[in-house]
């Protein structure tokens, strides 16, 4: 399974830290991945400065908490469906273009991440408090609901059509039992996240892969159920990564 964004990553680790959960240099670690370094950009003493030089990822930690930060909140937005933000406009419209964003809780900032070469760079903005967003049960259960909608689109693919890699991807999404959040998230928040970052894949999967679809309306219909399935899944995760945060 494709692993979390580097958004998510951030803030599961970050809360985790927060709350003890997990030790600091080892969340650091986790956020990093396979990355060479990630660095903020613009975060002095918790506030905004355009001339200060990029921070590493462990020393802003530190900044946040003494600043009063009290958490993260993930936002995954796409046109449209700014899902997760609460503006202002400009943070809003960064996050969008990227897809991903996160708000650091207590202190009114937002980061988007940029990738330039093997690094990641955080702009920092100035963001409103994370709205509210569905809780596990109810992002939960609008998951389970839109993917019985999707599945009779879903058995209509023509399977050999599909490339091996495509086959070979199902397969290790089915078959893989790693952990996706932190330590101290809730179990039903790791089921979730799962369940998501599935539905996220397949949707992908399917919409990369030609169907046996016959007619432009067959095409068009296929497309739309499969936007809509991604769409909940990512508010379902944006759920998982939020109510279920270490307390």
Do not use: K
């Not at 958004?7 to 990355?35: H, I, Y």
């Amino acid at each position: 399974m494709s692993s979390l964004s580097r958004s998510a990553r951030l803030v599961c680790w970050f809360n985790a830290w927060l709350t003890g959960a997990a030790p600091l240099e080892t969340a650091v670690d986790a956020v990093r991945g396979d990355d060479a370094a990630h660095h903020v950009l613009g975060t002095t003493a918790g506030r905004t400065s355009e001339v200060a030089p990029p921070e590493p990822l462990l020393l802003a930690w530190g900044a946040w908490r003494r600043a009063g930060a009290t958490g993260a909140s993930l936002a995954l937005p796409e046109p449209g469906d700014p899902y997760g933000l609460a503006g202002p406009a400009a943070f809003t419209a960064a996050a969008t273009d990227v897809g991903e964003a996160l708000v650091v809780d207590g202190l009114g900032v937002g980061l988007v991440p940029e990738v330039i070469g093997g690094g990641v760079f955080w702009h920092r903005y100035e963001a409103n408090p994370a709205p509210h967003t569905a809780g596990l049960g109810e992002a939960s259960r609008e998951l389970r609901t839109e993917l019985a909608r999707t599945a009779d689109e879903l058995l209509d693919l023509d399977v050999a059509r599909w490339q091996p890699e495509v086959r070979e991807a199902l397969s290790g999404i089915r078959d893989s039992a790693d952990p996706l959040l932190a330590p101290g998230y809730a179990p039903r928040a790791e089921e979730l996240a799962a369940t998501a970052q599935r539905c996220l894949a397949i949707a992908e999967l399917a919409t990369a892969t030609e169907s046996g679809a016959v007619t432009a309306w067959e095409a068009d219909a296929r497309g739309t159920h499969l936007r809509h399935l991604a769409r909940t899944a990512r508010h379902a995760l944006v759920a998982a990564c939020n109510a279920g945060r270490p307390r």
